[in-house]
């Protein structure tokens, strides 16, 4: 069992930035791949950005493409979003979520571990 906890989100006006951390407890950060996710209100869950194990390897989605940064620090148990250049379509609940891969993983379903979310609100 992994139990992720998520924190640094707010309010924030368009083009300002915000990190997010997660910090995961129970099994071995390490062997974990990793996932930021988000949803908008009367939308769908949606893939961010993922990262594999070492972070060696990331992946985003485009629209995010050249603004975030995912990043991981194995001896802290954590994983961050730096966000930055932020939009008001950015505005969501961002979930963390861990998968039981080393890889990285873009699809919601393979993910077994899901954090509470953190509200992010960008302002116009």
């Known amino acids: 069992q992994v139990q992720l906890v998520e924190s640094g989100g707010g309010l924030v006006q368009a083009g300002g930035s915000l990190r997010l951390s997660c910090v995961a407890s129970?099994?071995?950060?390490?062997?974990?791949?990793m996932g930021w996710f988000r949803q908008a209100p009367g939308k769908e869950r949606e893939f961010v950005a993922t990262?594999?194990?070492?972070?060696?390897?990331?992946y985003y989605t485009d629209s995010v493409k050249g603004r975030f940064t995912i990043s991981r620090d194995n001896a802290k148990n954590t994983v961050y979003l730096q966000m930055h250049s932020l939009k008001p379509e950015d505005t969501a609940v961002y979930y963390c979520?861990?998968?039981?891969?080393?890889?990285?993983?873009?699809?919601?379903?393979?993910?077994?571990?899901w954090g509470q979310g953190t509200q992010v609100t960008v302002s116009s």
């Open positions: 129970g099994r071995t950060f390490s062997g974990y791949g």
């Open positions: 990262i594999n194990w070492s972070g060696a390897s990331a």
């Open positions: 979520a861990a998968a039981r891969t080393v890889g990285v993983v873009v699809a919601t379903t393979m993910y077994d571990y």
